[in-house]
Nanobody, 118 residues
Framework: QVQLVESGGDLVQPGGSLRLSCAASGSISNINLMRWYRQAPGKEREWVATTTSGGTMYYADSVKGRFTISRDNAKNTVYLQMNSLKLEDTAVYYC????????????WGKGTLVTVSS
């Protein structure tokens, strides 16, 4: 079983920075794909970023160049560093784990709220 707990959500001003954390109950070195998703009010949940066990990173066009996903296997934690935040980044951010890329099994955290406002 994999449990995920997100933290770090806060109220920030446009142009500010924030780092989200996703703590896993077990070793993330055994998990191939770790992802961040987000869902803004009134909108569908969208994919934000992915990191693989092999060290490859992928980003949505809307956050590329501003967000960085990373993992600390020793701490069983995945991070999302968010810089140059925009109003449209306001959303609940969710951590997702897919142990194997060929498996349909996914684990989700409960989310953490990021609000970008003046």
């Amino acid at each position: 079983q994999v449990q995920l707990v997100e933290s770090g959500g806060d109220l920030v001003q446009p142009g500010g920075s924030l780092r989200l954390s996703c703590a896993a109950s077990g070793s993330i070195s055994n998990i191939n794909l770790m992802r961040w998703y987000r869902q803004a009010p009134g909108k569908e949940r969208e994919w934000v970023a992915t990191t693989t066990s092999g060290g490859t990173m992928y980003y949505a066009d809307s956050v590329k160049g501003r967000f960085t996903i990373s993992r600390d296997n020793a701490k069983n934690t995945v991070y999302l560093q968010m810089n140059s935040l925009k109003l449209e980044d306001t959303a609940v951010y969710y951590c997702n784990a897919q142990p194997r890329s060929y498996s349909n099994m996914n684990y989700w955290g409960k989310g953490t709220l990021v609000t970008v406002s003046s």
